[in-house]
């Protein structure tokens, strides 16, 4: 009877010690990626679409991935205020990534940034072009601030030029970056980025040209969100714009076709798809998708501007 007894409080000892564990760990938080240009290169054209800009939502953490045109305003649609973001990261520092950078930081600023520091990272040059947007607004923030009793923006971003490798961690998340190759710029000046959080992985590649490395790097993610060229379709909007076939040489060099991104999918073996930075942003969705089902058996999202994805 003895024994029977100890065996029950050693029992019962268990399950309370589990129970308060379980009510001391924190609750998971909601995933979300959040869409806000999809479109790739600079020019803007008469479509639904503006240039590249994502936002990732942990709980109440905000991430911004790239801020090309229009980002501040696609933000404040989606019901991100811009004072409560928390990170900004730049794949790279071609046009249609970053155009809105400057005046996302001034925005923030203007509706309320005062509490908490923005920590923005980048390939080299993120700092230096930080400290040339501040010259650029430097009228404007000393009167605002003498007028309006502002804090110092500029006290309130801090710039990091990034190498490849975990560049941020916390309890939260582990942000990690990868040196893809996009010709023009020398090796290193553009990155992929993975966010691994609750146990979920989220991979954007950024851009780049085929680069199986990727594979590895977004290994097992649930989202890897791509770019994507369509070669056939790149000659006539090349010709559009001028300087054809230079053009058209350059954009399908630079990226990913559909069909290679397809297969880095596949051999991330990735849970879900999801194609942003498209080029040319008219392609129909049914042409992106089953361009990238011929490689890749899992699901494929073709993204839309304030498309918000959960991650499950």
Same mark, same amino acid.
């Given at each position: 009877? @003895?024994?029977?007894?100890?065996?029950?409080?050693?029992?019962? @000892?268990?399950?309370? !010690?589990? $129970?308060? *564990?379980? %009510?001391?760990?924190?609750?998971?938080?909601?995933?979300?990626?959040?869409?806000?240009?999809?479109?790739?290169?600079?020019?803007?054209?008469?479509?639904?679409? $503006? +240039?590249?800009?994502?936002? *990732?939502?942990?709980?109440?953490?905000?991430?911004?991935?790239?801020?090309?045109?229009?980002?501040?305003?696609?933000?404040? #649609?989606?019901?991100? +205020?811009?004072?409560?973001?928390?990170?900004?990261?730049?794949?790279?520092?071609?046009?249609?990534?970053?155009?809105?950078?400057?005046?996302?930081?001034?925005? %923030?600023? %203007?509706?309320?940034?005062?509490?908490? &520091?923005?920590?923005?990272?980048?390939?080299?040059?993120?700092?230096?072009?930080?400290?040339?947007?501040? #010259?650029?607004?430097?009228?404007?923030?000393?009167?605002?601030?003498?007028?309006?009793?502002?804090?110092?923006?500029?006290? *309130?971003?801090?710039?990091?030029?990034?190498?490849?490798?975990?560049?941020? #961690?916390?309890?939260?998340?582990?942000?990690?970056?990868?040196?893809?190759?996009?010709?023009?710029?020398?090796?290193?000046?553009?990155?992929?980025?993975?966010?691994?959080?609750?146990?979920?992985?989220?991979?954007?590649?950024?851009?780049?040209?085929?680069?199986?490395?990727? %594979?590895?790097?977004?290994?097992?993610?649930?989202? *890897?969100?791509?770019?994507?060229?369509?070669? +056939?379709?790149?000659?006539?909007?090349?010709?559009?714009?001028?300087?054809?076939?230079?053009?058209?040489?350059?954009?399908?060099?630079?990226? &990913?076709?559909?069909?290679?991104?397809?297969?880095?999918?596949?051999?991330?073996?990735? #849970?879900?798809?999801?194609? !942003?930075?498209?080029?040319?942003?008219?392609?129909?969705?049914?042409?992106?998708?089953?361009?990238?089902?011929?490689?890749? +058996?899992?699901?494929?999202?073709?993204?839309?501007?304030?498309?918000?994805? !959960?991650?499950?």
């Amino acid at each position: 009877m @003895m024994k029977k007894s100890v065996a029950m409080l050693a029992v019962c @000892m268990l399950v309370q !010690s589990h $129970l308060a *564990l379980a %009510a001391g760990a924190p609750a998971p938080q909601a995933i979300n990626i959040v869409l806000l240009g999809t479109k790739g290169g600079p020019s803007l054209l008469n479509t639904a679409r $503006l +240039p590249q800009a994502t936002a *990732l939502t942990i709980g109440d953490k905000i991430w911004l991935i790239d801020a090309g045109y229009g980002a501040s305003l696609q933000l404040v #649609k989606n019901g991100i +205020p811009l004072r409560n973001i928390n990170t900004i990261l730049l794949t790279h520092l071609h046009s249609d990534h970053i155009l809105d950078y400057p005046s996302l930081l001034m925005n %923030a600023w %203007a509706s309320g940034l005062k509490d908490h &520091t923005i920590q923005v990272y980048g390939p080299p040059g993120t700092q230096a072009m930080t400290k040339a947007s501040w #010259k650029v607004f430097d009228r404007d923030i000393t009167l605002r601030m003498e007028e309006e009793g502002k804090p110092d923006p500029r006290n *309130l971003v801090k710039a990091t030029d990034i190498g490849q490798g975990v560049i941020y #961690k916390d309890e939260l998340v582990t942000i990690s970056a990868l040196k893809v190759p996009h010709s023009p710029f020398p090796d290193g000046e553009a990155f992929a980025y993975r966010f691994d959080t609750q146990g979920k992985r989220i991979v954007f590649s950024g851009d780049t040209s085929w680069f199986p490395p990727l %594979a590895t790097f977004a290994q097992g993610a649930d989202i *890897l969100v791509h770019e994507a060229v369509h070669v +056939p379709s790149v000659a006539k909007l090349a010709n559009s714009i001028g300087n054809g076939k230079t053009l058209a040489e350059a954009i399908a060099s630079h990226h &990913t076709t559909i069909e290679d991104v397809g297969k880095i999918a596949r051999e991330a073996h990735v #849970k879900k798809l999801v194609l !942003s930075h498209l080029v040319p942003a008219t392609v129909a969705d049914d042409v992106w998708q089953q361009e990238a089902m011929k490689n890749y +058996p899992g699901p494929v999202i073709v993204g839309h501007d304030n498309m918000t994805i !959960s991650v499950p």
